[in-house]
Each structure stands twice: as C-alpha cells, then as structure tokens.
C-alpha cells in the first residue's frame, strides 16, 4: 500500500521569502504522479503543481517548484516570493490507481 | 476548466436518518469518481471509488452499507450515509477524472465538498 508522509504540521514564513514543505512516500508502483493541493479555509482542493514520476526535471509552475527525488521517494514543494493568499493547508498526494494524501502543511504566512 | 459539482454544500440532519450527497460532472463525462472524508484539522481520507455502471470499491474499515454510492451515469455520483450518527459528522469532498484523459495523467477535479452535522 502507498502511504505519504509530511512531516511538517506547521510552518510559518514572513511574507516575500522562501519556504519549503517537505513530503515522503513509500510506494512499489514504478508508474505514478505526485501532487500537491492547497486546501484554503474555504475548504475547496486547489491543485498547486503536479511531477511525473517518470520525469527527472522538476516541475515549476511560477513561484511554485518541486525538488523531486525518486530514488529518495521525497518530493517537496518551494514557494518562493510567498505572498499572504499562500496561507492554507497544503497536502502532498501520490496518484497510483487512487489519490492517496499525506497529513497535510499548515502554512502560515506573516507580513 | 472541469468543474465539479457537489450538493449539498451543508446539511443538518437528526440521527437515525439517512442523507444523500450528491456529486456532478458539469462539463465533462466521469468514470471514475471519488469520495474523501475529512475530519476537521485532518487530511483526506479516501472512502471509496465509484465506477460507473458498477459497484465501488470501498477502502479498508469503510462500511458499505453504510456509506452507499451509486454511480448510475457518467456525470453523477452519489453517497448516501445511512442511518447516520454524529460520529459520521465530518466534511464529505468528491472528486471526478475525466473519461477521456488516461489514468496516471489525469487530473482530478474536486467539488466544494459537503459539511454534514448529525445532532
């Protein structure tokens, strides 16, 4: 079974700087996407980036980008010029068959 | 884009009775749809697929009598929690992949999920 692991509960950064959330998975598939969705109070899923597994080159999707580690099986996520609408929880996710989540980020960003 | 569209948004209802949640594909067609449930301060966790024309797939420690889903079209899904107690008390999210795009690719569309209160 695939499990996805983020480490991180919370974390916090001042607005306009750099932070990076950490996420793991454990899987046997050799076929697979890894996501990550920020999930704001409103509660909607909004998919931030995507990486295919059979890619090497990290996804990047404007101040969003993906440090992916296959061989690791670590895949975590940078935002860089974080801005105050980047508060959310953020959910790492493994797409085999299923999408299957990790415990998800709180981020916090501050002014 | 693909929009996703889940009904009710919230939903208050007495223990003992039973709910429906509905769950619609308004642009695009949906084999495959997908039901989360997510306690407050938690992640998602996967309930069950629903494949259309067939019987979903329910994950481990998940009661299907319980929980039905019926997937009656390619554009509908619905999850009807039975006889529902408060513990069953959660926020209900689904979500649909398109029939046209292959699995692994294919990006998954979420509704605005269901807030479901049993007193």
């Known amino acids: 079974?695939?499990?996805?692991?983020?480490?991180?509960?919370?974390?916090?950064?001042?607005?306009?700087?750099?932070?990076?959330?950490?996420?793991?998975?454990?899987?046997?598939?050799?076929?697979?996407?890894?996501?990550?969705?920020?999930?704001?109070?409103?509660?909607?899923?909004?998919?931030?980036?995507?990486?295919?597994?059979?890619?090497?080159?990290?996804?990047?999707?404007?101040?969003?980008?993906?440090?992916?580690?296959?061989?690791?099986?670590?895949?975590?996520?940078?935002?860089?010029?974080?801005?105050?609408?980047?508060?959310?929880?953020?959910?790492?996710?493994?797409?085999?068959?299923?999408?299957i989540f990790g415990t998800g980020t709180r981020l916090q960003v501050f002014p | 884009g693909a929009v996703v569209s889940q009904h009710p948004s919230w939903v208050i209802c007495k223990s003992g009775t039973s709910v429906k949640i509905e769950c619609r594909s308004l642009d695009f067609q949906a084999t495959t749809m997908f039901w989360y449930r997510q306690f407050p301060k938690q992640s998602l966790m996967l309930m069950a697929t629903s494949n259309e024309g067939s019987k979903a797939t329910y994950e481990q420690g998940v009661e299907k009598d319980k929980f039905l889903i019926n997937h009656a079209s390619l554009t509908l899904s619905t999850l009807t929690v039975t006889s529902a107690h408060p513990e069953d008390s959660s926020f209900y999210i689904c979500s649909a992949k398109s029939s046209l795009r292959s699995s692994y690719n294919s990006p998954l569309h979420f509704g605005n999920g269901t807030r479901l209160t049993v007193t």
């Open chain 1, 1 to 99: 079974a695939q499990t996805v692991t983020q480490s991180q509960p919370e974390m916090s950064v001042q607005e306009a700087e750099t932070v990076t959330l950490s996420c793991t998975y454990d899987t046997s598939e050799s076929n697979y996407y890894l996501f990550w969705y920020k999930q704001p109070p409103s509660r909607q899923m909004i998919l931030v980036i995507r990486q295919e597994a059979y890619k090497q080159q990290n996804a990047t999707e404007n101040r969003f980008s993906v440090n992916f580690q296959k061989a690791a099986k670590s895949f975590s996520l940078k935002i860089s010029d974080s801005q105050l609408g980047d508060t959310a929880m953020y959910f790492c996710a493994f797409r085999g068959d299923k999408l």
